[in-house]
């Protein structure tokens, strides 16, 4: 049971170039979220989904997409990066229900990406 | 909207003693969770402890227990017997239940365990 897992871990990008930051998790969570987390910063909530097929924008969503074409895939798209966008990537899972918050998150160990 | 702030960007305690890190909130809504979560320089994130809104008595675990004053949106986190291990990025958050499970982060406080 490995939990959540995200790669890569480091990441170095020019400006203009995309890349897609992966995340997995092997624990049959409906929910997942893609935070990131700016130096001396809280987290921020980028995007998340509460199943497959199924997506929404958080706080800072600009600059970023994701897609859910499974329950254990939740990748985050970045095109065109911007130095902006340098930052820690944390991706997320939880069961959730209607009520919420029974289930508390588990984090994967986050991605370092720089852009320059 | 919701906000958690978290007003003691750092903190310093001495190994064995104890240290209380404050967190307030501010929501409009009366469902919610609270949760403590420690970032060590691994830069793992991990839960530590979690209150629910609806339950009077203060959640504890093992060394870590909070103080959960609803009317004054207060939740702060004691923990005692520091330990070395205990060094990190503490952050509190907020969730709203019926949001997704959605959490929103304070800033953190750094906490230092010296010998």
């Known amino acids: 049971n490995a939990g959540v897992t995200q790669t890569p871990k480091f990441r170095i990008l020019k400006i203009g170039q995309s890349m897609t930051l992966q995340c997995a998790q092997d624990?049959?969570?409906?929910?997942m979220y893609w935070y990131r987390q700016d130096p001396g910063m809280g987290l921020k909530l980028i995007y998340y989904?509460?199943?497959?097929?199924?997506?929404d924008k958080g706080e800072v969503p600009n600059g970023y997409n994701v897609s859910r074409s499974t329950t254990e895939d939740f990748p985050l798209r970045l095109e065109l990066a911007a130095p902006s966008q340098t930052s820690v990537y944390f991706c997320?899972?939880?069961?959730?229900?209607?009520?919420?918050?029974?289930?508390?998150?588990?984090f994967g160990d986050g991605t370092r990406l720089s852009i320059l | 909207a919701q906000t958690v702030t978290q007003s003691q960007p750092e903190m310093s305690v001495q190994e064995a003693e104890t240290v209380t890190l404050s967190c307030t909130y501010d929501t409009s809504e009366n469902n919610y969770y609270l949760f403590w979560y420690k970032q060590p320089p691994s830069r793992q994130m991990i839960l530590v402890i979690r209150?629910?809104?609806?339950?009077?008595q203060n959640a504890t675990e093992n060394r870590f227990s909070v103080n959960f004053q609803k009317a004054a949106k207060s939740f702060s986190l004691k923990i005692s017997d520091s330990q070395l291990g205990d060094t990190a990025m503490y952050f509190c958050?907020?969730?709203?239940?019926?949001?997704?499970?959605?959490?929103?982060f304070g800033t953190g406080t750094r906490l230092q365990v010296t010998l």
């Open positions: 958050a907020l969730l709203l239940l019926g949001t997704a499970s959605k959490l929103t």
């Open positions: 989904s509460v199943g497959a097929g199924i997506t």
């Open positions: 997320a899972s939880s069961y959730g229900d209607r009520e919420g918050g029974n289930q508390p998150q588990h």
């Open positions: 624990m049959n969570h409906n929910y």
């Open positions: 209150q629910e809104a609806y339950k009077q």
